[in-house]
């Protein structure tokens, strides 16, 4: 259904920390006034706890006025996809043109970071309570999920060169808090990129503790100038023990009866599922 002139001009009226109403462009906010309506949503950010996030918010391919994001639940619900346009964005200056690489893996142990990376805080390294907000090109997604499944959303007509987080409600608290995703969208014309990439990765990801690869990818991108790219070369999961399994589930020819089989099947993708729930689900 379109939206009307009227009610146009209504979305761009916002209450300010100082509860008067102004022109959402002229308003802007904090992060601890992003659960408040009429602020940056005009819901604001709700909480339910009875949901948990399994995965998610993973931020996916990225351009210059969309993005992708993947959430799975752990319980059936109406999640709440919500898109906060960040102002005031510091951006990191000099260091870092052209195409720097930082691999991350066994082969590079020792490697050594670039001096080019000494640069301002990157948007990944910021402190969320630093950032300032505006309602203007900010949005919220409501949609139905059901439990343990992935989805993706797409976000079209972001702007260009423009810096957002996604956060969640509907879900608990924890999580509210927890899982944020942050990202920038490209300039029009890119004259440069700085990139990670990361590939290799076989032991389970609970045992390795400082090791953990997707940590080591996190401190690289607060601590250097900002990543604009993750390349994943491949091997990034250990699947070999869930493929495994699954296959003993199927391979049970005493078990795997046409009665049995829908539940083999089930337990057999639960198990696959563990593999990148291992990798990208509930752990810091």
């Known amino acids: 259904m379109g939206v009307g002139r009227e009610e146009e ?29 009429f602020c940056v949503f005009r819901e604001g950010l709700f909480d339910n706890p009875e949901v948990r996030v399994r995965v998610g918010p993973v931020i996916g391919r990225v351009t210059d006025s969309t993005a992708v994001v993947l959430v799975e639940m752990d319980t059936p619900c109406d999640l709440v996809l919500n898109v906060a346009r960040v102002c005031a964005d510091s951006r990191a200056s000099g260091a870092g043109k052209g195409w720097q690489l930082a691999l991350v893996g066994a082969a590079q142990e020792d490697a050594e970071v670039s001096d080019a990376w000494t640069v301002e805080k990157a948007l990944t390294g910021r402190a969320l309570e630093s950032m300032a907000f505006v309602a203007t090109g900010s949005f919220s997604v409501c949609h139905g999920v059901e439990a343990r499944r992935p989805y993706t959303f797409v976000l079209e007509g972001l702007a260009r060169d423009t810096a957002y987080i996604v956060l969640l409600s509907n879900v608990c608290q924890e999580d509210m808090d927890r899982c944020v995703a942050r990202f920038r969208t490209f ?20 045992a390795l503790g400082a090791a953990n690869p997707w940590q080591r990818l996190h401190n690289l991108a607060c601590d250097g100038p900002e990543v604009n790219l993750t390349l994943h070369v491949g091997s990034i999961m250990d699947v070999v023990p869930a493929a495994d399994a699954a296959a003993r589930e199927l391979t049970d020819l005493q078990l795997y009866t046409k009665g049995a089989r829908k539940d083999l099947e089930r337990r057999a993708r639960e198990i696959l599922r563990g593999a990148y729930w291992d990798a990208w689900g509930r752990h810091e």
């Open 9 to 37: 001009e209504q979305d761009r009226i916002v209450r300010t920390q100082d509860g008067s109403w102004v022109n959402a462009d002229a308003a802007t906010f904090g992060y601890q006034d992003l659960p408040k309506a």
């Open 187 to 206: 300039p029009g014309v890119v004259e440069s990129v700085n990139l990670v990439v990361c590939s290799g990765h076989q032991p389970p990801l609970r």
